[in-house]
């Protein structure tokens, strides 16, 4: 997982895509848990949205990250 700066992605295998603002480059077929894992977040307490459209947990292993998408990571934050 590649973050920071453009990145030439076509002969690489790899897939330009922003995470949070931030531009990253993933390799091609990267699911929503592989990204969640190569961010080094704890995946509770976090909702993933791609594109705007959350993506509900029972798909992140099956939902790839494509060219372009605008990936938000949020965690939940407790107050008291």
């Known amino acids: ?6 990145v030439n992605t076509a002969r690489q295998g790899l897939v330009g ?3 949070n603002g931030d531009p990253h480059a993933v390799p091609e077929g990267t699911t929503v848990s592989d990204l969640v894992a190569g961010l080094d977040v704890e995946p509770r307490g976090v909702a ?5 459209d959350v993506v509900p ?8 990250v494509g060219p372009g998408d605008a990936v938000e990571i949020l965690s939940v934050a407790q107050g008291g």
């Open 1 to 6: 997982l590649r973050g920071g700066g453009a």
């Open 17 to 19: 895509l922003t995470v």
């Open 48 to 52: 993933v949205a791609v594109g705007g």
């Open 57 to 64: 947990r029972s798909s992140w292993p099956t939902h790839q």
